[in-house]
Nanobody, 126 residues
Framework: QVQLVESGGELVQAGGSLRLSCAAS????????MGWFRQAPGKEREFVAA???????????YYGDSVKGRFTISKDNAVNTMFLQMNSLKPEDTALYYC????????????????WGQGTQVTVSS
């Protein structure tokens, strides 16, 4: 059974930093596209960042336009965990952050993800 468990969300002031974690079990993250999405109240789920898998090309990294230059996605295959380092946080980054996994490469489409975690709340105060 696949489980994705997010952690690290909390209340932070604008300009601050947070590091989110996504611990996976039941699958090996190095063999899947792993992504971060977020959803604010009343809004659709938004793509944040993803790492794709690739036996020949290696992992590729992608970011949503609103987080480029501020957020960094990474993973530690040894502990089967993905991370999202978030710097220079803004109030508009406030959302429930989800991690997902898929066995394809449609990294920015939430509908392409096969498994999701329960989410971790990030709140940025102004």
């Amino acid at each position: 059974q696949v489980q994705l468990v997010e952690s690290g969300g909390e209340l932070v002031q604008a300009g601050g930093s947070l590091r989110l974690s996504c611990a996976a079990s039941g699958l090996t993250i190095s063999s899947y596209t792993m992504g971060w999405f977020r959803q604010a109240p009343g809004k659709e789920r938004e793509f944040v960042a993803a790492i794709t898998w690739g036996a020949r090309s290696g992992s590729l990294i992608y970011y949503g336009d609103s987080v480029k230059g501020r957020f960094t996605i990474s993973k530690d295959n040894a502990v089967n965990t993905m991370f999202l380092q978030m710097n220079s946080l803004k109030p508009e980054d406030t959302a429930l952050y989800y991690c997902g996994a898929q066995n394809g490469r449609a990294y920015s489409s939430s509908r392409s993800y096969n498994w999701w975690g329960q989410g971790t709340q990030v709140t940025v105060s102004s």
